[in-house]
């Protein structure tokens, strides 16, 4: 069960590994694309029709036909990776179980937005858990956990690339230690559990009176989705990739300073946060050189 990029790997690895792969359950297609007319297939549902995988796109998880459909294929174990919550009656069904893969080391950052929020909040190492579900969402016995570190200029896309790979892995050895039964579930310690709430467009403006650290991280923690901005000349500017650079000042924090030849930089509470790809509302994406050409800074 899964739908994004993220999902593909872990389907892929246990395809690749010979295990029988009875359903692939993903998003209904949307339509989208330039005027909405175009017909887009989730990343999941375009790999398992590529190899021949029964593919099943429920609207309604509780819907009837859908529930006997499922339980028609007698399922042993169900696998989650980047999908929606389930009901019970869903993630209770098979024999063995159903265990989830989520993208931090629970439980911290529980919830839909973690590796956003590990970068956001400068977290030097994050992982992958895979746990059996339960109740309450992130909250199961965990089977296995696998970490990894976060350089500290690196985005929350690049980290998500890094750790879609360990998540295929990792969800390749739960599989197998689940089959052989040898492993031992550990409990979460619900008392040391963090968030990582959804992340909205709305709530991605950023604050430049914040220490440049601080702002730099929100930067690359939205990057390259949903992408955090500001306001240049009451239009949206979208700072796709930044630096620091920790230097005194006198400019007001959100000053623009530029050469308007190679340099933005953008003054924050204790130095700057200097531009390396950026987008003007109606514009599109381009490095600060390319920016500069078109545009002269007072």
């Known amino acids: 069960m899964g739908t994004p990029e993220f999902a593909v790997a872990s389907l892929k690895i246990l395809v690749e590994n010979d295990y029988n792969i009875v359903g692939v359950i993903t998003s209904t297609d949307k339509y989208g694309g330039r005027g909405g007319k175009q017909l887009i297939e989730s990343a999941v549902k375009k790999y398992a029709v590529s190899h021949g995988l029964k593919v099943m796109q429920p609207k309604n998880l509780k819907a009837p036909e859908f529930v006997e459909e499922l339980r028609s294929l007698n399922v042993d174990l169900q696998v989650v990776v980047a999908f929606r919550m389930l009901p019970e009656m869903v993630w209770a069904m098979p024999t063995i179980g159903t265990f989830n893969l989520h993208g931090s080391l629970l439980p911290k950052y529980r919830g839909a937005a973690p590796i956003h929020w590990a970068v956001i909040n400068g977290e030097t190492e994050t992982g992958v858990t895979t746990f059996f579900l339960q109740?309450?969402?992130?909250?199961?016995?965990?089977?296995?956990?696998?970490?990894?570190?976060?350089?500290?200029?690196?985005?929350?896309?690049?980290?998500?690339?890094?750790?879609?790979?360990?998540?295929?892995?990792?969800?390749?050895?739960?599989?197998?230690?689940?089959?052989?039964?040898?492993?031992?579930?550990?409990?979460?310690?619900?008392?040391?559990?963090?968030?990582?709430?959804?992340?909205?467009?709305?709530?991605?403006?950023?604050?430049?009176?914040?220490?440049?650290?601080?702002?730099?991280?929100?930067?690359?923690?939205?990057?390259?989705?949903?992408?955090?901005?500001?306001?240049?000349?009451?239009?949206?500017?979208?700072?796709?990739?930044?630096?620091k650079v920790l230097e005194a000042h006198d400019y007001a924090p959100g000053a623009f300073v530029s050469d308007n030849k190679k340099s933005l930089r953008i003054a924050t509470k204790d130095g700057f946060v200097e531009v390396h790809k950026l987008q003007l509302q109606g514009k599109r994406r381009m490095d600060v050189v390319d920016f500069l050409n078109g545009y002269t800074f007072e």
């Open 135 to 243: 109740h309450k969402i992130d909250t199961g016995d965990v089977i296995f956990q696998k970490k990894m570190s976060i350089g500290e200029n690196e985005t929350t896309g690049e980290v998500h690339d890094r750790m879609m790979e360990l998540g295929a892995n990792t969800v390749l050895k739960t599989t197998q230690v689940i089959e052989n039964g040898t492993y031992t579930l550990q409990p979460q310690n619900d008392e040391i559990a963090t968030h990582a709430p959804k992340i909205f467009r709305e709530t991605c403006e950023i604050d430049f009176n914040q220490p440049t650290k601080k702002v730099h991280n929100f930067i690359r923690g939205m990057s390259p989705f949903p992408v955090a901005w500001t306001t240049l000349e009451d239009k949206q500017l979208k700072i796709i990739k930044a630096s």
